[in-house]
């Protein structure tokens, strides 16, 4: 296996990871509307589960790009791009990094979407408790429970 194949592979294998991350975070959406707990629990234990396998595709698929940085372009140490790198391989090859890379790209941005989704969800609903405590203590002055019994 070339490395190509292998930085190849590892693009592909980090996308399908995203794709499960992706899948977590939609269920933790779920679990926010229907007011879930465990299964926001379970939704957010599984995504921890899958962030270390992420992490160490991450650190696999950099150590592949120092590797193909420092010897395709030593003078552009650092400053790795897959656009540049495609550039220097044949059609076939360059095809292959670029589509592996469009779609780890189109994954993460879809993460960042569903988790600021997630992210005002949970605001929204932080607020709807704090401004319902507020009603119901008619602005913090009464006590919520009564502890003299």
């Known amino acids: 296996m070339t490395t190509i194949d292998q930085f190849a592979d590892v693009l592909k294998t980090e996308s399908e990871v995203a794709d499960a991350i992706l899948g977590t975070l939609y269920e933790q959406q779920q679990a926010i509307i229907h007011f879930r707990d ?3 629990m379970a939704a957010v234990e ?3 589960q899958l962030l270390e ?3 160490s595709l991450e650190r696999e698929r950099e150590k592949l790009c120092r590797a193909f940085d420092s010897t395709t372009r030593p003078e552009m140490s650092g400053k790795f791009s897959l656009s540049g790198l495609a550039r220097q391989l044949p059609r076939h090859e360059a095809a292959k990094i670029l ?3 469009k779609i780890l790209k189109g994954k993460v941005e879809q993460i960042m979407t569903v988790n600021n989704q997630n992210k005002m969800l949970l605001e929204h609903s ?5 401004q319902s405590l507020q009603i119901m203590t008619s602005n913090y002055t009464k006590k919520l429970i009564d502890t003299t019994m």
């Not at 932080?126 to 704090?130: A, D, P, T």
Request: aromatic share 6%; charged share 35%.
């Open 46 to 48: 599984r995504e921890r």
């Open 53 to 55: 396998p992420m992490e």
């Open 38 to 40: 465990g299964a926001m």
């Open 126 to 130: 932080l607020k709807f408790v704090r």
């Open 99 to 101: 589509g592996a890379g």
